[in-house]
C-alpha cells in the first residue's frame, strides 16, 4: 500500500497503482470502481485507461473526500463504471455505448446515513466549491429521507468549466413516471 494522496493527477497511473493504495486522504483505489452489481453480474469494471482514473481521483479528492470531511466515513455507492456495467446495467445491447459520465470517472452516487438525500444534494450544491451536476435522484419523502441518491460530477480540469447544474429525478403524480426537473426538490410541483 502506497499513499498517492498528493501526487499530482498527470503522474498517476494505472500500471503503477495497486487497489489498497490511498488516491485521497481517506480514499483507496479500489472503492472508486468497487460494484455490488458488476460483483453479481460477474462483469469487469476496471478502468478503462488512465483518463478515466485521473477523472475519478480528481472527483475522489474534490467532492468525495470533502463529503467525509463533513459527514464521516462513508462508501460511495458508486464512482466509476465500465461500459460493460452501464450496459448490463441499462440493458443494452453489446454494441451500445453509454455518454453516462460514471463510463468518464467524473460522476458518483452516494448516499450518507442519517442524513436527509434532499439535505445532502442542497448540502453539496451549497459547500462545494465546484460540481458540473448535482442530481438528487428517486428521493421519496414518503419512502423516508433516506430514500434515493444523490449523483455528483466534476469535470477533470483540462475539460473545462463545469456547469453548476441542479437537478431532481423524482416521481411525476400526474405523468406517473420519473422525470428530471430543474433545482433540488421533492417534489414536481
Known sequence: MNDHAQTDLAHLSLAALDPNDLIAPNFRLYELTRSELAARLGVEN?????????????????????????FGAFTPNSVYRSQALERRLKNKPSGWLSTSQHTQGCACDVEIVGKSTLELAQWAATNLPDFDQIICECFDP??????????????????????????????????????????LRASVG
Open 46 to 70: 476496471d478502468f478503462a485507461s488512465d483518463r478515466e482514473l485521473r477523472a475519478a481521483v480528481h472527483l475522489a479528492r474534490e467532492v468525495l473526500q470533502r463529503l467525509r470531511d463533513a
Open 142 to 183: 414518503a419512502q423516508g429521507p433516506n430514500s434515493g441518491w444523490v449523483h455528483i460530477s466534476l469535470k477533470p480540469p483540462a475539460d473545462g468549466p463545469n456547469r453548476r447544474k441542479t437537478l431532481s429525478y423524482i416521481r411525476d403524480p400526474a405523468a406517473g413516471q420519473m422525470v428530471y426537473v430543474d433545482g
